[in-house]
T-cell receptor, first 114, second 115 residues
Framework: GAVVSQHPSRVICKSGTSVKIECRSL??????MFWYRQFPKQSLMLMAT?????????EQGVEKDKFLINHASLTLSTLTVTSAHPEDSSFYIC??????????FGPGTRLTVL | AQSVTQLDSQVPVFEEAPVELRCNYS??????LFWYVQYPNQGLQLLLK??????LVKGINGFEAEFNKSQTSFHLRKPSVHISDTAEYFC?????????????FGTGTQLKVEL
């Protein structure tokens, strides 16, 4: 149990375009979802926390207008990188937690902006 | 606020040898402690966690960790490693009871198992 999926696993886009990444909890209801960013050979940095049906809480230094997060249902959250630039290239990982507060991680999405 | 320090960025070890990956934390409140493993281009998988009770915690794949409150440490150990254990290992903490589940990660330790 406790499976979290992400789609797509890899995406390449042109500079200036927007990219949407989906995070789904497949077998449990996720009241909270988290979005992380990971640069090569570095740790995970929390970008934002989202609770179903409410606005996401962004960490300091994360642009909320650039990284749009939607958590419209208990099984789906989306991260949209708007007007992507090469410096946005990174590995994006989501996690989901339900009633027991443990976080379950998705497999990640590799974003490359040309 | 919490912080996590993983003292070794890389640990090379021969197959079947024991290994210890070090983790120290800092927090003004009680914490829960976690170890995660990440294989290349994949998400994180929970190895083990300490919430309360026995300070020696056993996890998957033969790993164990010991919580030492006086040393503020949570070192990860395995008595005999395998090639397949080659991966990145992250120590993480969250606030304890009632503190929410926001994870703070260490910088990671790359375990490289050699023949």
């Amino acid at each position: 149990g406790a499976v979290v999926s992400q789609h797509p696993s890899r995406v390449i886009c042109k500079s200036g375009t927007s990219v949407k990444i989906e995070c789904r909890s497949l077998d449990f209801q996720a009241t909270t979802m988290f979005w992380y960013r990971q640069f090569p050979k570095q740790s995970l940095m929390l970008m934002a926390t989202s609770n179903e049906g409410s606005k996401a809480t962004y960490e300091q230094g994360v642009e909320k207008d650039k990284f749009l997060i939607n958590h419209a249902s208990l099984t789906l959250s989306t991260l949209t990188v708007t007007s992507a630039h090469p410096e946005d290239s990174s590995f994006y990982i989501c996690s989901a937690s339900g009633t027991n507060n443990e976080q379950f991680f998705g497999p990640g999405t590799r974003l490359t902006v040309l | 606020a919490q912080s996590v320090t993983q003292l070794d960025s890389q640990v090379p070890v021969f197959e079947e040898a024991p290994v210890e990956l070090r983790c120290n934390y800092s927090s003004s409140v009680s914490v829960y402690l976690f170890w995660y493993v990440q294989y290349p281009n994949q998400g994180l998988q929970l190895l083990l966690k300490y919430l309360s009770g026995s300070t020696l915690v056993k996890g998957i794949n033969g790993f164990e960790a010991e919580f030492n409150k006086s040393q503020t440490s949570f070192h990860l150990r395995k008595p005999s490693v395998h090639i397949s254990d080659t991966a990145e290992y992250f120590c993480a903490v969250t606030p304890g009871v009632g503190g929410g589940n926001k994870l703070t990660f260490g910088t990671g330790t790359q375990l490289k198992v050699e023949l």
